[in-house]
C-alpha cells in the first residue's frame, strides 16, 4: 500500500471571487465555501474568518479541527463521512501544508476550547503556528447549541467538508514536493518491530454521534482493530464531540501524527513499523479489559517488540492506558505511552487516576490544569462572553482563588486544559512536567 | 547592590565547639566565617550581617531563639536570607531550615540553604524552603558554597528558577510544566525512549507512577438493619439549574440536597452536571445516580436503618486529591452530627 502526499505550501488565505492557489496564496470563495460546509443547512449565520500567527487573535468556542486535503480520483477526502465509503492509504493525496480549518460554535461545553494566535497560549499549541481559515456559525436548532454535552455533529463534520473544499483546489496543480508512504519490506533485516497504540474517544455506549468516527462509523465501544498508517494520514478516522480541548486530539492530529510521522521515518532503519491498533477508553471496566487484552493479543500475533501507546484525554482513560500498557508488557513488548498530567492547580496532587510502577517508560505532554495568565486580543473571532455564561472545564464565571477567568480589560485566567490541543499525545506537545 | 545577611552556627561562625552550642543568637555586621568565601562569589550581593546560634539553643529555644532574630531583623532591609551549608550536621540542618522557613514567612523573602541529602533537615524543610544538594562533611564547603552563589545569584538577578534536578535542590513537591525546545516534542522523546528501552538502556520516564499510600478500608457494618446511612456522590447529580455552580471538572464545591419527604428523585428535577459521562441515562433517571427509590425500601424493609436526611452530590471529573479531601472534611460534620455509622459512595 503506498501513499504519496502532494504537499502545497500556503503563505496566506485570503478572500476573492474564485478559489484558487497561486504562489502559496490560497483564494476562498466565501459562498461556494459555506455552501460547501453547509450542504444540508443546518447551520446558519456561517461566516469565514483567516486568522494568522502572530496576530493579537483569539478564537473560540472551537469545536473541530482539521487539515485540508482532497484526492484526484474523485474520492471522499473522509470516506464514509464526507461522501462515499472508500478505501484509505492508496493513490494520491493532496495537502495545503501550513493550514488549518477551524470550526467556531456559539457555546462553549466540555468538549470546546480556545485559541489565541499570539501571547504565552501560542507556545502551547501548534495551531498558534498555522493559518486558520475559521468558520463561525450556530445551528439552526438552538438545543443543539445551548448544552454543555453536545454533537457538534454539523460543525464537524463541516469542519471536515470546508478542509475537502479547499484543497481540491489545487488537486490538478504539481505540489511542492511529493512524500511516498509506504512500509516496504524489511524482511532480514533483523530491526525491532513496533506498533503504535491510538486511544480513541469510544466512551458514549448508547448515544450515537459523540464519539471518534472511524470510515464514518461512530466508534463508541468498538473492539480494538488494527489499521495501516496510510488510512489514518488518508482521512480514515476523525474526532469527537468529547475529551476536553487540552487533551483533545483532533482530526488534524489524526492525519498529521507526529508520532506516526516519526515511526514511519525510522521504519527500515532502526525498527519495523508494523501499523497502528486504534484502542477504546471503555465506558466501563469490562470494555478497558476486553481492550487491554485484545491490543495486546494482535501486538504479540504481529510479533511486536516494542510499542509506543497515545493516550487520548484522562481520568477514565487513566485506567485504560494502565491496563494496556500492563497487558503487553506482560506479554514482552515493550512499551513508552505518551500522556497529558493533571498535578492540580497548585502542582501538589496526585497525576493520574490509575497509577502503577509496571508503567516504567512514560513521556508527559505537559500539564493540563496549570493556570496561565492572558493578556486581552484585538480581535475575537467567535464569542468571548461565553466564558463567564458557558459551563467549561478550562475556565470559569468566578473563583475564590483567582477571581473570574474573564476580566473587565478582557484579559483571562485559564487552565492550560483550554487551549486547544495543548497536551494531546499524537505528537507536538513540547512541554514536559518537573518537580520544583 | 542587594542585601544578603547570612546564618551560621557557632562553629562555622567561629564562637567555639560544641562547648558553646548553647549561646543564644547573636548579630554581626558583615561577613564571617565561611559568608566571606560566599561574599566573592556573589554578583550583585552583598553580605550585610551574619547572625549565629548555637545548635542546642536553637534545637531546645526554638521559639525564643525565632524572635530574637526577628528582633534583629525587623530593623534591617534585606532582598535575600541565606543559612549553612550544614552538610550532614542533624542540629545544624534543621535549624538552617527552621531559619529560613521563619525568615521567609515573616519577610516575604527567599531563604536558602544547602545541605546532605541524610540530613534530617531536608525532610523536615524541603516544602518551606530552596535546600541545596550539599556534601556530607565541612570538606565539601569548596563545592558547595560556589553552588550556593551561583544559585543566590539567580534570585539576586530575578532570573528564572529551574526544576528541582537542574538547580540541585530539594524538590519542594509542586509538579509545574516545562516548556522544551520545539524540537523536542513528544514524538522525538517517545520515540528515543522506546528505542534505549528496546536496547536495554537506561533511560529516564518521565510522569512518576509510584502509587501513594492507600487509604485502608473500614471494617464492615455488624448490623445494617440498625446502622444510620448517608449517600455521598461524585456524579455531579444536582438540582436542576445547578444552584450551587457545581464545576463540570476540577469541582471544589459540593452541594447539600434534602431528602426530606422524597420517596423517588424524579426526572425533570434533577441533572447531571459532571464533564466526563454521557448524562443521557442520569437526565432521564436521576436514581441510577442517587437511588432513593431502593434506599427508601430498604429502610421500610429494616434492612437499612435509616437514611440521612441529605444527599451529597460534587464532580470526580478531573478533581484533585487536596479539594477531595477538603470536602470530605466539610461533609464529615453534618455526618458525624446525624451519628452516621457508614456512607454509601457512589461514584460516576
Keep these: 500500500m503506498k501513499l504519496r502526499v502532494g504537499e502545497f505550501q500556503v503563505k496566506d488565505v485570503v478572500f476573492g471571487e474564485e478559489t484558487s492557489f497561486h504562489d502559496g496564496i490560497l483564494t476562498v470563495n466565501e459562498q461556494e465555501a459555506i455552501a460547501a460546509l453547509n450542504p444540508d443547512g443546518k447551520l446558519k449565520d456561517v461566516k469565514l474568518h483567516v486568522a494568522r500567527p502572530g496576530e493579537s487573535v483569539r478564537i473560540l468556542p472551537i469545536n473541530a479541527i482539521a487539515a485540508p486535503r482532497a484526492r484526484a480520483d474523485g474520492r471522499a477526502t473522509f470516506p464514509g463521512y464526507t461522501g462515499k465509503m472508500a478505501s484509505c492509504g ?20 466540555w468538549m470546546e476550547g480556545m485559541l489565541d494566535m499570539s501571547g504565552p497560549a501560542a507556545d502551547l499549541t501548534e495551531f498558534a503556528h498555522t493559518i486558520n481559515l475559521c468558520f463561525t456559525a450556530a445551528n439552526v436548532d ?75 462509523v461512530d466508534v463508541r465501544c468498538i473492539v480494538p482493530t488494527f489499521v495501516h498508517p496510510n488510512e489514518l494520514l488518508d482521512g480514515a478516522l476523525c474526532s469527537s464531540s468529547l475529551v476536553c480541548a487540552g487533551v483533545h486530539s483532533y482530526t488534524y492530529n489524526y492525519q498529521k501524527s507526529l508520532v506516526l510521522k516519526k515511526l514511519y521515518e525510522k521504519h527500515g532503519k532502526t525498527l519495523d513499523f508494523v501499523g497502528v491498533i486504534l484502542t ?56 513508552v505511552g505518551i500522556n ?19 508503567l516504567d517508560a512514560v513521556v508527559s505532554t505537559g500539564s493540563a490544569c496549570e493556570v496561565i495568565e492572558l493578556p486581552a486580543m484585538e ?14 472545564p478550562g475556565c470559569w464565571a468566578d473563583d475564590p482563588i483567582y477571581g473570574p477567568s474573564l476580566r473587565a480589560d478582557g484579559t483571562l485566567i485559564v487552565d492550560t486544559d483550554h487551549i486547544v490541543a495543548s497536551t494531546e499525545s499524537t505528537g507536538w506537545a513540547h512541554k514536559t512536567c518537573q518537580y520544583f | 547592590m542587594k542585601k544578603v545577611i547570612m546564618y551560621l552556627n557557632q562553629f562555622f561562625g567561629q564562637i567555639g565547639g560544641e562547648d558553646q552550642a548553647d549561646c543564644a543568637p547573636q548579630l554581626h555586621e558583615g561577613a564571617l566565617g565561611p559568608a566571606q568565601g560566599l561574599q566573592g562569589l556573589l554578583k550583585g ?52 531550615g527552621e531559619v529560613c522557613k521563619f525568615v521567609q514567612e ?37 563545592k558547595d558554597l560556589p553552588k550556593m552563589a551561583a544559585f543566590a545569584n539567580k534570585i539576586l538577578n530575578g532570573e528564572p528558577l529551574k526544576w528541582a534536578q537542574a538547580e540541585g535542590y530539594f524538590s519542594r513537591g509542586i509538579r509545574r510544566q516545562v516548556l522544551l525546545p520545539e524540537e523536542e516534542n513528544v514524538a522525538e522523546r517517545a520515540y528515543e525512549m ?117 444527599f451529597y452530590s460534587t464532580v470526580g471529573n478531573l478533581t484533585n486529591q487536596l479539594n477531595a479531601e477538603r470536602m470530605a472534611h466539610e461533609i464529615i460534620p453534618y455526618l458525624q452530627e446525624d451519628h452516621i455509622d457508614a456512607v454509601i459512595f457512589g461514584s460516576a
Aim: with cysteine; hydrophobic share 35%; net charge negative.
Design chain 2, 194 to 310: 522506546l528505542m534505549k528501552k528496546l536496547k536495554g538502556q537506561p533511560f529516564v520516564s518521565e510522569t512518576p507512577m509510584d502509587v501513594p499510600e492507600p487509604v485502608p478500608i473500614a471494617k464492615p457494618l455488624e448490623d445494617a438493619g440498625k446502622a444510620r446511612i448517608a449517600f455521598i456522590s461524585t456524579a455531579g447529580l444536582v438540582p436542576m439549574g445547578n444552584p450551587d455552580r457545581i464545576q463540570t471538572a476540577a469541582a471544589t464545591r459540593f452541594g447539600r440536597y434534602s431528602l426530606e419527604g422524597r420517596e423517588s428523585l424524579k426526572a425533570g428535577e434533577w441533572e447531571t452536571v459532571h464533564g466526563g459521562y454521557d448524562h443521557s441515562y442520569g437526565n432521564a433517571d436521576p436514581q441510577i445516580i442517587m437511588p432513593l427509590d431502593a434506599l427508601r425500601k430498604l429502610e421500610r424493609e429494616g434492612k437499612l436503618g435509616y437514611l440521612h436526611p441529605y
Design chain 2, 106 to 142: 515573616r519577610y516575604k523573602v527567599s531563604a536558602v540553604t544547602s545541605m546532605n541529602r541524610d540530613n534530617p533537615g531536608v525532610d523536615m524543610f524541603r516544602q518551606d524552603c530552596y535546600i541545596l544538594e550539599g556534601g556530607s562533611n565541612a570538606a565539601a564547603m569548596r
Design chain 1, 90 to 109: 492508496e493513490g494520491d493525496l493532496y495537502a495545503l501544508e501550513g493550514m488549518a480549518v477551524i470550526s467556531v460554535g456559539t457555546h462553549g461545553g
Design chain 1, 142 to 216: 438552538p438545543s443543539e447549541d445551548d448544552n454543555s454535552q453536545k454533537t457538534n455533529w454539523d460543525y464537524r463534520l463541516g469542519c471536515c467538508l470546508l478542509a475537502e473544499y479547499v484543497a481540491k483546489t489545487v488537486i490538478h496543480q504539481e505540489p511542492d514536493l511529493w512524500r511516498e508512504y509506504e512500509l516496504t519490506d524489511t524482511t532480514g533485516m533483523g530491526l525491532p518491530r513496533v506498533v503504535m497504540v491510538l486511544e480513541m474517544s469510544t466512551f458514549y455506549e448508547n448515544s450515537v454521534g459523540y464519539d471518534d468516527v472511524f470510515y464514518g
Design chain 2, 45 to 96: 550581593g552583598e553580605i550585610t550581617h551574619t547572625i549565629i546560634c548555637g545548635d542546642n539553643y536553637m534545637a531546645v529555644h526554638t521559639q525564643r531563639a525565632l524572635d530574637a532574630i526577628a528582633q534583629m531583623l525587623d530593623s534591617l532591609e534585606f532582598d535575600l536570607f541565606l543559612a549553612g551549608p550544614a552538610f550532614l550536621a542533624g542540629r545544624y540542618g534543621s535549624a538552617c
Design chain 1, 379 to 392: 480581535r475575537v473571532i467567535g464569542d468571548l462572553q461565553s466564558i463567564p455564561r458557558d459551563k467549561w
Design chain 1, 280 to 335: 477504546n477508553i471503555g465506558p466501563n471496566i469490562d470494555n478497558k479489559v476486553r481492550a487491554a487484552i485484545r491490543v495486546a493479543t494482535m501486538a504479540q500475533m504481529l510479533k511486536c517488540d516494542g510499542a509506543v501507546y497515545c493516550q487520548l484525554g484522562s481520568g477514565t482513560s487513566d485506567v485504560d492506558f494502565q491496563k494496556t500498557i500492563v497487558a503487553l508488557e506482560e506479554r514482552g513488548i515493550k512499551c
Design chain 1, 340 to 358: 497529558p498530567e493533571f498535578p492540580g492547580r497548585d502542582g501538589t496532587t496526585s497525576l493520574k487516576t490509575a497509577l502503577d510502577p509496571r
